[in-house]
């Protein structure tokens, strides 16, 4: 069992930066890949990027390629999202997530956070 916190989110001008950060409980933090999602309004939730169990290799959507960056430390059972250059349509409730070993880019993962809400001013 994985229990994930996310924080960090809030209200930002277009142009602006946030750092997400999402909690995870238990000692065995390394054993999961863990991936950030978000949901806008009227929207299914889509994967943002993702990262693999010892950080060394990580994915992103195409929408946030060049502009986000995902990070893990597993010393601090915590893994990040590093997101400059926002723009109005990044805003979106934003939910972190965990899964047993391998990585994926779809929703296939067995632990979500409760998601922390990012909005973008133009």
């Known amino acids: 069992q994985v229990q994930l916190v996310e924080s960090g989110g809030g209200l930002v001008q277009a142009g602006g930066s946030l750092r997400l950060s999402c909690a995870a409980s238990?000692?065995?933090?390394?054993?999961?890949?863990m991936g950030w999602f978000r949901q806008a309004p009227g929207k299914e939730r889509e994967f943002v990027a993702a990262?693999?169990?010892?950080?060394?290799?990580?994915y992103y959507a195409d929408s946030v390629k060049g502009r986000f960056t995902i990070s893990r430390d597993n010393a601090k059972n915590t893994v990040y999202l590093q997101m400059n250059s926002l723009k109005p349509e990044d805003t979106a409730v934003y939910y972190c997530?965990?899964?047993?070993?391998?990585?994926?880019?779809?929703?296939?993962?067995?632990?979500w956070g409760q998601g922390t809400q990012v909005t973008v001013s133009s």
């Open positions: 238990g000692r065995t933090f390394s054993s999961y890949a």
């Open positions: 990262v693999n169990r010892s950080g060394g290799s990580t």
């Open positions: 997530a965990a899964r047993p070993f391998a990585v994926v880019q779809t929703t296939s993962y067995n632990y």
